[in-house]
């Protein structure tokens, strides 16, 4: 049961901890998770303000050292590069205190346009994240505005630049499409071995997560 009288900043899963830093998104899937659910596993994900980095930090302390976390991941109910300057300076606090633990980045692939400038994918990578885990909801353009929705007309192109620079910079990168019809998820996965990265089917359970 998820309480809807507080937002979490913090949640886990697993051996995971993960951030929800901000309920923005440059998509708008139709499969979203967001259109059925307040949140997942009795953590309330909708916030009610977007936290700064220092709150972030101040949360993070409370469960950080609650057992050995195997990675923490900025993931929430929106798009975590929306915010990059609070993932950077979360990322390098724990990467100071905690080196330990490896830290994930899990996107919409769409930083370099919502980064206009910036060289987002060396900035992530020097703060201290490790990994990206890039959704790409379309084995081409056509497909990917029609599933997605996004703000961007460029947004596919733009993803597949994101996945290469990511691998250009040795970060452990991984693709993932869900599994819905107008997905050729075979075509994706050829996609992703192209690129060189790793390939990873997310299945669509609609209202059950
Ligand atoms: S990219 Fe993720 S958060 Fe954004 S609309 Fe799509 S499924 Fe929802």
Redesign the pocket.
Same mark, same amino acid.
């Given at each position: 049961m998820v309480n809807s009288n507080y937002s979490n900043i913090v949640y886990w899963l697993g051996d995971s901890l993960y951030l929800n830093i901000t309920n923005r /998104?440059s +998509? %708008? /899937?139709y &499969? /979203? &998770? %967001?259109h059925y659910w307040n949140g997942i596993a009795g953590f309330n994900l909708k916030l009610r303000e977007e936290p700064d980095p220092k709150r972030v930090i101040e949360d993070l302390k409370k469960h950080i050292s609650r057992r050995r976390w195997v990675e923490v991941v900025f993931c929430g &109910?929106?798009?975590p590069t929306v915010r990059l300057d609070c993932i950077l300076e979360v990322a390098r606090w724990i990467k100071r205190h905690y080196p330990g633990i490896r830290i994930r980045l899990d996107t +919409?692939g769409h930083g370099l346009l919502l980064n206009p400038g910036r060289d987002v994918v060396r900035e992530l990578k020097d703060a201290g994240v490790d990994a990206v885990s890039v959704?790409l909801n379309g084995h081409d353009e056509e497909t990917y505005n029609k599933v /997605?929705r996004p703000d961007f007309k460029d947004a596919y192109k733009s993803i597949l630049e994101f996945i290469k620079r990511a691998k250009n910079e040795s970060l452990d990168v991984e693709v993932t499409a869900v599994r819905i019809p107008e997905i050729d998820i075979l075509k994706v996965h050829d996609l992703a071995a192209n690129l060189g990265v790793k390939f990873r089917v997310r299945e669509f359970i609609p209202c059950f997560y």
């Amino acid at each position: 049961m998820v309480n809807s009288n507080y937002s979490n900043i913090v949640y886990w899963l697993g051996d995971s901890l993960y951030l929800n830093i901000t309920n923005r /998104c440059s +998509n %708008r /899937c139709y &499969f /979203c &998770f %967001r259109h059925y659910w307040n949140g997942i596993a009795g953590f309330n994900l909708k916030l009610r303000e977007e936290p700064d980095p220092k709150r972030v930090i101040e949360d993070l302390k409370k469960h950080i050292s609650r057992r050995r976390w195997v990675e923490v991941v900025f993931c929430g &109910f929106g798009e975590p590069t929306v915010r990059l300057d609070c993932i950077l300076e979360v990322a390098r606090w724990i990467k100071r205190h905690y080196p330990g633990i490896r830290i994930r980045l899990d996107t +919409n692939g769409h930083g370099l346009l919502l980064n206009p400038g910036r060289d987002v994918v060396r900035e992530l990578k020097d703060a201290g994240v490790d990994a990206v885990s890039v959704s790409l909801n379309g084995h081409d353009e056509e497909t990917y505005n029609k599933v /997605c929705r996004p703000d961007f007309k460029d947004a596919y192109k733009s993803i597949l630049e994101f996945i290469k620079r990511a691998k250009n910079e040795s970060l452990d990168v991984e693709v993932t499409a869900v599994r819905i019809p107008e997905i050729d998820i075979l075509k994706v996965h050829d996609l992703a071995a192209n690129l060189g990265v790793k390939f990873r089917v997310r299945e669509f359970i609609p209202c059950f997560y």
